[in-house]
C-alpha cells in the first residue's frame, strides 16, 4: 500500500448498473498517477468478494504501488501530457453526471490507444450512460485495455466471462482473466479466482488460500470460505486455518467464547461440517455436566444440524449452560424468548437473561437489548438507548448491530436521517459476514445518487483502516492549490466531522472556495447550508441562486432542489411550471425523487396538464428503483385504475414493496387489501400486523384502521378500550372518519362504560369550545352513563347546546331522552 497519502487525491466513477447484475467497477489501478477506487453498488452475487476486496486493499487503494505502476505502464507510456489533461476533463464531466460529453473526449482517447479511457468507455456501454447500452462495446473497449495490461479492465472481462454479460458464461476464461488481474495483486480478482477456484472450476491456488488467511482476521467471512474449502479436502487450507487463532470465527453475529480445547474442537467441527464429531464432544461434555456442552447441543439443536430441529430441546440445553452462568447460552436463550422460539414469548424473561449476558459482555446480548429498546418491547421504547447498545456491541465486532444502526441512519431515528452514513454501515456489516445487509445495501443504493454512493464506499475505505497520516495531510492540505474536488470532499468532512474536528463555518469556506471556480457540486452544497443556516446564516434567496447554477450545469441534486423551491415558493417565486421543468431534467438523468415529484405534478396537474398516464410512467421509474412514496403511489393507481388497468394484485404488490420500507401509509393500505381481500388472500391476522406498523408511525388511517379490527374482533381478540383509545389517536390528528366511528360505537354503547372515560375528557373539551357534534356526542355519553355518572341534566343541557345550532341528530337525541325520561326508563 502505497504511505503517503498526501500524494492520494481519490478520483471515481460510481455508475449503477441498469440489469440486476451490478458490476463492481474500478477506476485504473495506477495510484502513480493520483487514482483513487471506488466502487458501484454490488449485489449479493459480488458482496462478498467487494468485501474481502476493501478488508485487503486498505485505506486509499487496492493494488500496490509496484503493481499499479506495472498494469499503467503502456498507456503512461504511449499517453501525451494532452491526453492526461482531456482524460481530467473526462473525469470531471463523469463526476457532473456529464455523461455525453464524457463519452465524446474518452473516445478520441480510446482509439488513440488510451487503456484509462478504453475502459471508461467501456463502463458507460455497459450501462448506457451517453451511449446506447451495448455489451458488445463494453467487451471491446475492455479487451482492449486488458491486453494492455490494465488490471481492471482484466477483471471485467473476467465478471463478464463468469457471470455471461453479452458473451457466453465460460468459468476457465474467467479464471484466466482473473488470473491475469490477479497477478497484479488486484485484490477483487484474487477473491473472485479464489472463490471460482473453490467452486471446482480449477486446482485450488496455495496463494490464493494463503490470501484468504490474511483476510480472516479481519474478515469472518473468508474463515468461512477456507472452512468450506478445507472441508473438500484441501490440505492446505486445513493448515492456514490450524494457524488462525478461533476467535476470529463467527456464531449468531458474535465471537464464540473460549472453552477450551475440547469443546473449540467440537465448535470446528460443527463448522466444518463434521456433525457427528462435535455431537460425541459435545455430548461427552454435557454428560460431565459443562456449560459448554450444554450450550453445544442447543447450538445443534437450533440449526437443526446433527439434530433434529427442536427449539425446545435448544432451550432447555441453553437454560441448563445459562444457569451455570454461560455469557452466550444466556444470550441465546433470552433471543428464544424474544422469538418464542422453543419457549412462550416472553420480553420479560428475555430481557432477564439478556442483562445477564450483556453484563459479561456478550455482543449479541447488548444488541438484542438495542432492538428491545428500539421496539419497545418489554421495556420503554428508547431509540438514543438503542443506539448506545447497538454502538457498544458494533465496537465488539456484532454484525447485526452494523445493520440496526443502519437502519437508525435510514430513518433518522435515535441519529439524524443520512443515507450515506447508512450505507457505511451496511458495509461494515457485510464486512462482518451478515449476508441480509448485501439487499438492504441495494434497496438504499436505490435511493443514492452515484455520487452519494461513492462517498460512503470512500467513507467505507477509511473506516476499515484508518491513517493518522491521512488526518494530518487533511489538517495541512494547501487550500490554495488544492482542486475543487479536493476542496469539496475536505468540506464535507468538515460539515460530517469525519476524521477532523467538526466545523460547519469551516466547510462553508471549503464549500465556497470550490464553488466560485464553479464546481457543481460544492454549489449544491454551499446552496444547503444557506437553505438550512448551518455555518452562515439562513438565506433561501441565495441557497436558490446556488442551486440554479449548479442545476445549469446538469448536477441533478440542484435541479431537484430548484424544482423543490419553485413548487413551495422557498427563495424564489412559486413557480409549478418552472418546477416541472427542473424535476423533469433531474428525473430524466435517473434521480428518484425527481421522478416521483414530476409524477406528482402530472397526477394534480400543476404546471402541466393533468395526465395519469404520464404520472403512472414517472411513479413506475421511481418505484422500480425503490422509491417508497412513488411504490405507494403505483400502488394506489393500480387499485383505482389510473393510468393503467386497475388491478388488486398488482396494487398489493407495490403497497407492500414501500410497506416493507416503513411508509405508514403503505402499511395501512396494504392493510386494508388484507382484510377485504384484495389482490391478496383476506388474512385478518396480517391486517392487523400492518395496521399495528402504520398506527406504531402515528398514522391516523392505521389507528383508526387498527381499532376497527379491535371494535369488529378480526384477528385479534374484540377489545372496546384499545378501540376507543386508537379511535381517540386517530381523532386527535383531526381525522373525521374516527370521530364518526366512535360517535357510533357510544350511540349503540359498545363496551363498558369505563372504557370511555378518556372520550369523555377530549369529548368535554371540544364541547366547551362549541363544536355541536363533540357537545351531541357528549350529551349521548351522560345520558347513558359512559364515560361519565349519568346525568339527566348533563344530558340535556348538552343536547340543547347542539341542538340550538343546528346539529339535527341532536334535536332527535334530545327527544329522545326526554321520551325516557317521561317513561321513566332513562
Known amino acids: 500500500m502505497m504511505d503517503d497519502s498526501s500524494d492520494r487525491v481519490k478520483r471515481h466513477i460510481a455508475i449503477p448498473c441498469h440489469d440486476p447484475v451490478r458490476l463492481l467497477c474500478y477506476d485504473q489501478p495506477m495510484f502513480v498517477r493520483d487514482r483513487f477506487t471506488t466502487f458501484c453498488s454490488a449485489n449479493r452475487i459480488i458482496g462478498l468478494g467487494f468485501c474481502l476486496a476493501v478488508a485487503v486493499g486498505g485505506l486509499f487503494g487496492v493494488c500496490s504501488n509496484a503493481a499499479a505502476q506495472d498494469s499503467g505502464k503502456a498507456s503512461a507510456a504511449s499517453a501525451s501530457q494532452g491526453d492526461k489533461s482531456s482524460l481530467k476533463t473526462a473525469r470531471n464531466a463523469l463526476d457532473g453526471g456529464q455523461f455525453g460529453e464524457a463519452a465524446e473526449i474518452l473516445r478520441k482517447l480510446a482509439d488513440k490507444g488510451n487503456a484509462d479511457a478504453q ?28 491486453v494492455q495490461g490494465d488490471a481492471a479492465a482484466q477483471y471485467k472481462i473476467g465478471y463478464m466471462y463468469q457471470n455471461g454479460i453479452g458473451i457466453p458464461a465460460d468459468p476457465k476464461a474467467a479464471i484466466e482473466w482473473y488470473g491475469h488481474a490477479a497477478k497484479q495483486k488486484l485484490p477483487a480478482a484474487q477473491i473472485k479466482l479464489a472463490q471460482l477456484l473453490k467452486s471446482k472450476h480449477g486446482p485450488f491456488y496455495p496463494d490464493m488460500l494463503k490470501l484468504l488467511g490474511k ?17 473438500t479436502g484441501s490440505a492446505t487450507a486445513l493448515n492456514i486455518l490450524k494457524e488462525l487463532p478461533y476467535s476470529i470465527r463467527r456464531l449468531n453475529g458474535a465471537p464464540p467464547p473460549s ?28 454428560n460431565a455436566d459443562k456449560a459448554e456442552g450444554f450450550f453445544g447441543l442447543g447450538i445443534m439443536y437450533s440449526a437443526g444440524a446433527g439434530l433434529p430441529p427442536d427449539y425446545a430441546k435448544a432451550a432447555e440445553n441453553y437454560r441448563k449452560a445459562a444457569d451455570k452462568g454461560n455469557a452466550a447460552a444466556q444470550s441465546s436463550l433470552g433471543r428464544l424468548y424474544l422469538e418464542g422460539r422453543g419457549v412462550p414469548k416472553d420480553n420479560t424473561e428475555a430481557l432477564k437473561w439478556l442483562i445477564m449476558s450483556a453484563k459479561q459482555g456478550d455482543s449479541g446480548a447488548v444488541n438484542a437489548l438495542g432492538l428491545m429498546q428500539w421496539e419497545g418491547l418489554g421495556v420503554p421504547k428508547n431509540y438514543d438507548e438503542a443506539i448506545n447498545n447497538f454502538r457498544v456491541a458494533a465496537k465488539e465486532g456484532n454484525a447485526a448491530a452494523f445493520s440496526n444502526i443502519a437502519k437508525a441512519y435510514t430513518y433518522g431515528k435515535g441519529v439524524p436521517k443520512d443515507f450515506i452514513q447508512a450505507h457505511l454501515w451496511l458495509n461494515l456489516a457485510i464486512n462482518q459476514g451478515d449476508e441480509s445487509a448485501l439487499e438492504a445495501r441495494s434497496k438504499l443504493e436505490t435511493r443514492l445518487s452515484s455520487g452519494q454512493i461513492a462517498e460512503a464506499e470512500w467513507l467505507y475505505l477509511e473506516k476499515m483502516k484508518p491513517e493518522p497520516a491521512a488526518v494530518a495531510a487533511i489538517e495541512k492540505i494547501d487550500v490554495g492549490n488544492a482542486t475543487p474536488k479536493q476542496l469539496t470532499s475536505l468540506g464535507i468532512r468538515r460539515q460530517y ?15 465556497r472556495a470550490a464553488a466560485d471556480q464553479g464546481y457543481a457540486k460544492a454549489q449544491s452544497n454551499l446552496a444547503y447550508m444557506y437553505k438550512t443556516g448551518r455555518g452562515v446564516d439562513q438565506n433561501p434567496i441565495e441557497a436558490a441562486r446556488l442551486y ?25 417565486p412559486k413557480d409549478d411550471t418552472e418546477a416541472v421543468k427542473w424535476y423533469r431534467m433531474a428525473a430524466e438523468q435517473g434521480d428518484a425523487k425527481s421522478q416521483n415529484n414530476l ?5 394534480s396537474g400543476r404546471g402541466v396538464e393533468k395526465n395519469y398516464k404520464e404520472a403512472e410512467k414517472w411513479y413506475r421509474l421511481a418505484a422500480e428503483q425503490g422509491h417508497a412514496k412513488a411504490q405507494k403511489s403505483l400502488g394506489v393507481f393500480y387499485q383505482f385504475g389510473r393510468g393503467v388497468k386497475k388491478d388488486n394484485a398488482e396494487a398489493a404488490k407495490w403497497y ?13 393500505d396494504l392493510a386494508f387489501m388484507y382484510k377485504f381481500g384484495l389482490g391478496v388472500s383476506r388474512d385478518y391476522e396480517t391486517a392487523v400486523k400492518w395496521f399495528k406498523k402504520a398506527a406504531d408511525r402515528k398514522d391516523a388511517r392505521g389507528q383508526k384502521g387498527l381499532a376497527d379490527m379491535y371494535l369488529e374482533g378480526k384477528g385479534v381478540e374484540r377489545d372496546f378500550a384499545k378501540a376507543v383509545d386508537l379511535y381517540l389517536m386517530a381523532i386527535d390528528q383531526n381525522y373525521a372518519k374516527a370521530q364518526e366511528t366512535l360517535d357510533d360505537m357510544i350511540k349503540k354503547r359498545l363496551g363498558a362504560p369505563k372504557d370511555y372515560e378518556k372520550a369523555a375528557d377530549l369529548y368535554r373539551a371540544a364541547a366547551d369550545a362549541g363544536k ?3 357537545q351531541n356526542t357528549l350529551g349521548l355519553m351522560y345520558g347513558y352513563g359512559l364515560g361519565v355518572d349519568k346525568n339527566f341534566e348533563a344530558s340535556e343541557k348538552w343536547l340543547l347546546l347542539a341542538s340550538k345550532q343546528g346539529n339535527a341528530e341532536a334535536k332527535s337525541n334530545l327527544a329522545d331522552l326526554k321520551n325516557r325520561k317521561t317513561k321513566g326508563t332513562f
Open 772 to 774: 355541536a357534534k363533540a
Open 656 to 668: 407492500a414493496l414501500a410497506a416493507e420500507q416503513g411508509n405508514a401509509k403503505a402499511q395501512g
Open 497 to 511: 466531522g469525519r476524521d477532523v474536528p467538526q466545523s460547519d463555518v469551516e466547510a462553508v469556506k471549503l464549500y
Open 548 to 572: 440554479r447554477l449548479a442545476a445549469e450545469q446538469g448536477y441533478a441534486k440542484a435541479q431537484k432542489n430548484i424544482g423543490i423551491m419553485h413548487q413551495f415558493g422557498k427563495g424564489i
Open 215 to 231: 483476510i480472516a482476521p479481519r474478515n469472518p467471512r473468508a474463515a468461512l470460505i477456507l472452512e468450506k474449502i478445507a472441508a
Open 259 to 286: 472453552f477450551g480445547d475440547a469443546a473449540d474442537k467440537a465448535i470446528a467441527d460443527f463448522l466444518n461440517g463434521d456433525h457427528k464429531m462435535a455431537l460425541e464432544t459435545f455430548t461427552a461434555l454435557a
Open 119 to 146: 475502459t471508461l468507455l467501456g463502463d458507460l456501454y455497459l450501462t448506457g450512460r451517453g451511449v446506447p447500452a451495448n455489451n458488445s462495446m463494453t467487451w471491446h473497449w475492455y479487451k482492449r485495455a486488458a
Open 599 to 603: 409524477a406528482f405534478m402530472y397526477r
